[in-house]
T-cell receptor
Framework: EPEVTQTPSHQVTQMGQEVILRCVPISNHLYFYWYRQILGQKVEFLVS????????KSEIFDDQFSVERPDGSNFTLKIRSTKLEDSAMYFC?????????????????FGSGTRLTVV | KNEVEQSPQNLTAQEGEFITINCSYSVGISALHWLQQHPGGGIVSLFM???GKKKHGRLIATINIQEKHSSLHITASHPRDSAVYIC?????????????FGKGTKLSVKP
């Protein structure tokens, strides 16, 4: 069964450093997402990406964050100047089609996550 | 007010029991997901549904669009079912597919 692959599984970084979290979405999916989950809290939407540009972002996704699809397979989340409160599990997801009641829904799949610890 | 509410927050059951987890939402949706999160943190999609009922093994998910309510049932529960079960909705109209999550229901099944 196709998978969304995330690397690394765990990243420890010093406060103020930049980190890049990597994701390889399912190959025929067109929509890509980043979510985060702070320990003990619910999963929160960060950003969605389609056709090589951001299609929607939450208020969490400020100038500290950026996303990129540098080649045909990778989808990255960059966090500049990390803060302690950026420590969380970051999930990548991909889907084959935007949801709509009029269309058949295609597999929305999550990666296994990257646990980011900022020290 | 949370857009997606789950109940109960925590649930302890004996092996073999029938389990129900509920999800209510306040927004218009095009689909609802039931997800499973194990202690390691990874999220697995169990069901994605927009109407009616779906069944996979011992798991059954139902949704009532008019009442904005969904339930996840586990029959003949087993300790390996212990996990956090999360309801997430796909907002209808304007959304690019981003999910709105509930806080999850932590299920513990005792042998």
């Amino acid at each position: 069964e196709p998978e969304v692959t995330q690397t690394p599984s765990h990243q420890v970084t010093q406060m103020g450093q930049e980190v890049i979290l990597r994701c390889v979405p399912i190959s025929n999916h067109l929509y890509f997402y980043w979510y985060r989950q702070i320990l003990g809290q619910k999963v929160e939407f960060l950003v969605s990406f389609y056709n090589n540009e951001i299609s929607e972002k939450s208020e969490i996704f400020d100038d500290q964050f950026s996303v990129e699809r540098p080649d045909g397979s990778n989808f990255t989340l960059k966090i500049r100047s990390t803060k302690l409160e950026d420590s969380a599990m970051y999930f990548c997801a991909s889907s084959q089609r935007r949801g709509s009641v009029r269309t058949q829904l295609y597999g929305y799949t999550f990666g296994s996550g990257t646990r980011l610890t900022v020290v | 007010k949370n857009e997606v509410e789950q109940s109960p927050q925590n649930l302890t059951a004996q092996e073999g029991e029938f389990i129900t987890i509920n999800c209510s939402y306040s927004v218009g949706i095009s689909a609802l997901h039931w997800l499973q999160q194990h202690p390691g943190g990874g999220i697995v999609s169990l069901f994605m549904l927009s109407s009616g009922k779906k069944k996979h093994g011992r798991l059954i998910a139902t949704i009532n669009i008019q009442e904005k309510h969904s339930s996840l049932h586990i029959t003949a529960s087993h300790p390996r079912d212990s996990a956090v079960y999360i309801c997430a909705v796909l907002n209808y109209g304007g959304s690019q597919g981003n999910l709105i999550f509930g806080k999850g229901t932590k299920l513990s099944v005792k042998p």
